[in-house]
């Protein structure tokens, strides 16, 4: 069991239920790092209070500054505070809960000093993954996962001795508010529509990846990186429920699948417990009332999005940075108001084509990807 936790992205959906299980499992928070939250962080730290509180924003960390000053708490800001926030002596664990590929810096530096990542920031992976498991790799720094399609097969793979007996990884997907539709009705689709997840409460950026499928499209790259397979390996079932989170198929034809309410705190608590397993307080899943589970295959057509991420993975080098650092982009245009649902993919096709791919790719080749993407969807919109 971990002792001490660092969170970053404390305010956000996965920081706030990672604190909320950090209070039931009595775990001690030695850091809270958020953008510009300074009411929700001020609450926080008056609650867990950390050694170190970070916000981002210069400005806000300003104000938290002497919100504060009653308290005995660092504060520090911008990627320099992250990075001491994520390698603080005192935790030996970091949640990784920002959102986006800011988290990259932060979990390599969480990394060098051998702390276990319980990892939620995805875009992380997808853009860097295999530098990402290397460098855990050569620090001996435990990787688990906290998304809840890949901690359901961090679960299903326990007692799993030879990778080659694995088959396939069969990830589930919602299909999102717009199941269903085609590519003419999604033109319509708002803001407000689009946020409208039929099972998670999310943020607002993962909520948009789910109605375009980018999610699972980030997803499958996440799942290559994480458990080091080919995208042949990788598959997507159309599951409307979201109650079986993902399956391994061995090559027995042994089909392992988790199941469990859609509530992000189990696979969060696993992260913080594992090898053991922590009480949850709330009632598990009930077979005698929970729907009827079906299955269905994803559609590539109205939803290209899921494809865009597929030839990404496919291409390799700096190709799922492009991808990431345009959808980041992308997204937040649509978040703003300034461009249609399904511009988004248009806008992430139109980078990847724009930006060259490099191979054999260093972190600098990584982060001028993602500059090169970003400043390419800017330039089109
Ligand atoms: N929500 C979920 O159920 C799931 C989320 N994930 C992944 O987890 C990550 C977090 O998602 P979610 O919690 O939904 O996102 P939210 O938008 O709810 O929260 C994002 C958090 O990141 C913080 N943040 C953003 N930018 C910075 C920055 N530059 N420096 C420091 N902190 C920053 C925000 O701070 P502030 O509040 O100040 O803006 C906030 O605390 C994403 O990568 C997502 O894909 C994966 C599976 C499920
Ligand atoms: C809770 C979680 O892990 C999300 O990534 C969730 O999986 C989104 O659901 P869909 O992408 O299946 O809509
Ligand atoms: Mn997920």
């Known amino acids: 069991m971990s002792k001490v936790i660092s969170v970053l992205g404390s305010t956000g959906s996965i920081g706030r239920q990672t604190l909320d299980v950090a209070g039931q499992l009595g775990l001690p928070v030695a850091a809270l790092a958020t953008n510009r939250n300074i009411a929700l962080l001020e609450q926080q730290t008056r609650q867990f209070r950390p050694r170190l509180a970070v916000v981002y924003e210069e400005a806000s960390a300003e104000q938290f500054r002497s919100r504060v000053k009653d308290l005995e708490v660092k504060v520090l800001s911008g990627m320099e505070g992250l990075i001491e926030a994520a390698s603080i002596k005192e935790a030996d664990t970091v949640v990784t809960a920002v959102v986006g590929m800011v988290g990259l810096r932060p979990t390599l530096a969480a990394i060098e000093q051998g702390k276990r990542i319980a990892f939620a920031n995805k875009e992380t992976l997808v853009c860097a993954g295999e530098l990402v498991m290397d460098a855990a790799y050569r620090h001996g720094a435990e990787v688990v996962p906290v998304d809840s399609e890949h901690s359901a097969i961090f679960q299903c793979l326990q007692g799993c001795r030879d990778r080659r007996e694995l088959r396939r990884l069969i990830l589930t997907c919602s299909g999102g508010p717009f199941y269903g539709k085609n590519s003419e009705e999604l033109k319509e689709m708002t803001r407000e529509d689009a946020l ?22 980030l997803e499958v790259i996440e799942a290559m990186r994480l458990y080091r397979l080919p995208l042949s390996q990788v598959d997507v079932v159309i599951h409307r429920q979201s109650i079986v989170h993902s399956l391994v198929e061995y090559r027995d034809g042994a089909v392992l699948a988790q199941l469990g309410t859609p509530d992000m705190r189990l696979p969060i608590r696993y992260a913080l417990t594992y090898p053991c397993r922590g009480e949850n ?20 057509e109205s939803f290209p999005c899921l494809r865009l991420a597929m030839e990404a993975a496919q291409e390799g080098g700096t190709a799922c940075a492009v991808l990431n650092g345009a959808n980041e982009e992308a997204v937040g245009l649509f978040l703003k108001g300034e461009i249609g649902f399904t511009e988004i993919p248009e806008l992430v096709e139109s980078a990847r084509r724009s930006v060259l791919v490099k191979w054999n790719a260093s972190l600098e080749d990584i982060l001028e990807a993602d500059r090169c993407a970003r400043a390419a969807v800017l330039g089109r919109q």
């Open 196 to 217: 409208r997840h039929p099972n998670w409460k999310m943020g607002p950026k993962i909520t948009v990846d789910c109605a375009t499928l980018m999610n699972k499209g």
């Open 281 to 300: 307080p709330e009632p598990p899943l009930d077979l005698l009332s929970c729907p009827p589970l079906t299955f269905a295959p994803p559609d590539l």
